[in-house]
């Protein structure tokens, strides 16, 4: 230690102790009066060295020496640096994205004793029967939270003004170690069903109370109302709290015992077949996640028994009874992002990490060149004593410092390149709240990479410049040199157009596949129209007057002038949301379970004019077609082949389960084009749509499709009035 702080002092001392050095020298030689003192200058080093540590002082040097040469030719260092800053600003910003999304730990209390709760035959979400279960019965964990993401409307009516909503279990804040900074958080007292005994309760972020409240410090026991209902808001947690996805940072948490106020349809608190919830647990000190794994695997047989939908048929509930648990590490979080994008993203990596390999060749080639012009310093050098070693060392210096400053306008540019994708990624109207910010593993990262760049583009050049002979270098027309860096300069332009070919044919692949992508025929015609959601279940309305208002809304949008026609839905074709069921066609022999399965839309009259889904067979949908009339149906040209062959489907029936446990019968009135129902590179799916008058239980929420020859954003406020 005493002597890491001599060599300290010195660095920090360097030209007093310096000036000291030179006068004990002197004193030393004035001494010894004439008698053989030795040489000076080896002496005066081998003093230094004590003080200093030599390479250090030798790499101090080589950087200067490299950064007068870099200055003396702007150029080339320019252009060198600017390459590498694009190579290594790509990677970087890449790798900025894959740590946000799957490497960074939660900012939460020992995040890599936090797992998942899974179900190898279900996934990840489960119903709150099933939670509750976990909760009172489990041993395998310290503690244990539910929760899931939502949007809750902040409006008081009109157009909705959404919030990032979190459910979230009573111990929820306390198993992640989060405090509150303001007021307090949940307790098991508040996630009492319909509300605890304070009432309907609230925890926001710090940004939702920066930006709604304009941060009110008397914040504590204020209102907001979401979905319209009141909730009182007791706490904020701190900044650095964004919830357990990383793509969104939540705005307003509520317990899960709330749900019915905001449901007030149905509550999925007591639903058997109502998958929703995440499930997380803290491991015991001590304890592995294989003990806690076989805990949760032994306890799983007395969870589903207690929790099997009673409305299942009898086959569905022993595949039920079969299930299991499973635990996955939670330290990350959870990000749709870097479930849906982690290929693209390596994939993205890859290429860019071919474009680097590119720039490293071509700066090796202008080090080639550089070498050749100074063979003859080089040769001069060696030649009056200098190490192989050492001039390569030199040489290798020039070649770090250019990645090194590559490196620094490389994470430049990865902090814009980033940001860009994020919003690339983002969906429109909802972007992604990923935190790209670099932490010390992207500062590592860079540097690595800028090291190993500066290793790879300078190591050749280096070698194949001290590997001349001085001799022959120092030869009037020697030409030794040159004609060695002819030959790995060929090697490395054949390996850039190798690598060239290999990023055009890439991305000739590319634009082929997005070409394809943009051709494909997607069974409706998605041009000029507006898409309008309306929710009923923050409203008055009774449920079973919501047809006749999702009609007269209808009315209304086709009456306003310059709209060509206008329908509603309950699934938007191409939106993610689904709605699927086993079907029983009539005179049809199921070849396997999922052989029926058929997915739904329901739609009002007119909604194949309004997206231009040609009708093929039979007739559209009337006004007649209400809750009086027989249940009817149109299919897809797809589910009209499979199930009836040649023959002739229209009056033909088709039994459907409409609740649980109950099955409708309907007839096929028309046969319409196959569409692309929830992704464009689907395969065609089997498809089948029904009345929205004759739904007994009116679904809360729908879209309306507004079609017009002219630009639909013109629109938007006559849309917004009708409404």
Not at 28 to 54: K, Y
Not at 187 to 195: E, Q
Not at 381 to 407: D, H, K, N, T, W
Not at 522 to 535: D, I, K, P
Request: charged fraction near 20%.
């Amino acid at each position: 230690m005493s002597e890491m702080w001599r060599r300290l002092r010195y660095l920090l001392n360097r030209r007093q102790n310096e000036q000291d050095l030179a006068d004990e020298m002197r004193l030393h030689q004035d001494l010894a009066s004439g008698r053989s003192f030795g040489n000076v200058t080896q002496l005066r080093e081998a003093s230094r060295a004590v003080w200093i540590w030599p390479f250090l002082e030798t790499f101090a040097q080589d950087a200067r020496y490299a950064l007068r040469t870099l200055r003396a030719n702007p150029g080339f260092a320019a252009t060198a640096v600017l390459s590498l800053a694009l190579g290594i600003g790509a990677n970087t910003a890449i790798f900025s994205i894959l740590n946000a999304v799957m490497l960074r730990s939660l900012p939460v209390e020992d995040p890599q004793r936090l797992v998942q709760v899974d179900s190898p035959q279900g996934g990840p979400d489960f119903t709150n029967p099933i939670w509750e279960q976990v909760r009172d019965h489990q041993q395998a964990f310290s503690g244990t939270l539910a929760f899931e993401t939502d949007r809750f409307d902040l409006a008081a009516g009109g157009e909705s003004h959404f919030a990032e909503g979190l459910w979230a279990s009573g111990d929820f804040f306390r198993v992640l170690g989060v405090p509150a900074m303001r007021g307090r958080v949940f307790t098991v007292a508040d996630d009492l069903h319909g509300g605890g005994h304070a009432g309907p309760v609230a925890v926001i972020s710090h940004g939702f109370w920066q930006r709604h409240f304009a941060s009110d410090p008397d914040i504590v026991g204020k209102t907001v109302r979401l979905n319209r209902h009141p909730f009182t808001i007791i706490g904020v947690t701190p900044p650095w709290f964004k919830g357990l996805d990383v793509d969104k940072a939540y705005d307003v948490a509520i317990p899960i015992g709330c749900e019915p106020i905001l449901h007030t349809d149905a509550s999925a608190l007591a639903a058997r077949s109502w998958w929703w919830l995440r499930i997380l647990g803290r491991l015991l000190p001590g304890e592995t996640q294989q003990q806690a794994d076989a805990r949760m695997k032994a306890l799983a047989p007395e969870v589903y028994r207690a929790t099997v939908p009673p409305h299942w048929g009898a086959d569905g509930q022993r595949q039920y009874l079969q299930r299991s648990f499973a635990l996955h590490p939670a330290a990350t979080g959870f990000s749709d992002t870097g479930s849906r994008y982690r290929t693209a993203l390596f994939t993205l990596m890859a290429v860019v990490g071919l474009v680097l390999l590119i720039a490293c060749a071509n700066i090796a080639n202008l080090l080639l060149a550089r070498a050749a012009a100074r063979q003859r310093e080089i040769s001069i050098r060696m030649a009056i004593g200098a190490a192989r070693r050492r001039v390569m060392r030199q040489l290798m210096s020039e070649s770090l410092l250019l990645s090194v400053l590559g490196a620094v306008g490389g994470l430049l540019f990865a902090v814009w390149g980033s940001r860009l994708l994020v919003r690339f990624l983002s969906k429109a109207g909802s972007e992604l709240q990923l935190d790209t910010a670099p932490d010390l593993r992207v500062l590592a990262f860079t540097m690595g990479v800028a090291v190993l760049t500066g290793l790879l583009f300078g190591l050749a050049p280096a070698l194949r410049a001290t590997s001349v002979s001085p001799n022959n270098v120092l030869k009037e027309h020697a030409r030794g040199m040159v004609a060695g860096r002819f030959g790995l300069g060929r090697a490395l332009v054949t390996g850039q157009v190798a690598l060239s070919i290999m990023l055009l044919v890439g991305a000739a692949l590319f634009l082929g596949t997005f070409r394809n992508l943009l051709g494909t025929d997607l069974g409706f015609s998605r041009h000029n129209v507006l898409l309008v959601r309306a929710a009923m279940m923050q409203t008055n309305v009774p449920k079973d007057q919501r047809p006749r208002v999702y009609r007269e809304i209808v009315e209304r949008l086709r009456a306003i002038p310059g709209v060509e026609s206008a329908s509603s839905s309950v699934v938007t074709p191409i939106s993610g949301d689904t709605w699927n069921n086993v079907v029983s066609p009539e005179g049809y022999s199921p070849k396997g379970k999922f052989d029926t399965l058929v997915y739904f839309n329901r739609v009002s009259p007119g909604y194949f004019a309004t997206m231009r889904q040609p009708l093929l067979l039979g007739r559209d949908f009337s006004e007649h077609d209400d809750a009086g009339a027989s249940k009817v149906m149109l299919i897809g040209e797809s589910a009209a082949r499979r199930f009836f062959g040649k023959a002739d489907p229209i009056g033909k029936t088709i039994r459907a389960e409409s609740q649980p446990g109950k099955q409708d019968v309907y007839q096929v009135i028309g046969v319409v084009k196959d569409i692309k129902y929830e992704a464009v590179n689907e395969d065609r799916l089997l498809s089948a749509f029904v009345a929205c008058a004759q739904d007994t239980e009116p679904w809360s929420e729908v879209t309306f499709e507004v079609r017009s020859e002219s630009r639909v954003e013109a629109f938007i406020p006559a849309v917004r009035a009708a409404i």
